[in-house]
């Protein structure tokens, strides 16, 4: 089921539309903690990284849920 999930069509396009949005809104939240203080934006690459791979990970496995949830539902409506 794993390899039908991640080769569905639409499947890392959502991965990637929700990567990028959780790490600005990350970001964001992170920013709002230092109180908007504008030394936080000399962000290191480090944090930059620290970003994009939660988002990866949140938009993985948010997206996953969403294409197995629908591809179950679909298999049992056809027995």
């Given at each position: ?55 990866f990970l949140y938009g993985f ?19």
């Amino acid at each position: 089921m794993f390899k039908q999930v991640i080769h569905h069509k639409g499947f890392w396009k959502s991965v990637a539309i929700l990567t990028l949005v959780f790490a600005v809104v990350f970001f964001f939240v992170r920013w709002a903690f230092v109180g908007f203080n504008i030394g936080f934006l000399d962000l290191s690459f480090r944090t930059f990284v620290a970003f994009v791979l939660g988002g990866f990970l949140y938009g993985f496995f948010v997206t996953y849920g969403k294409f197995w949830g629908k591809l179950k539902h679909k298999a049992n409506k056809n027995k």
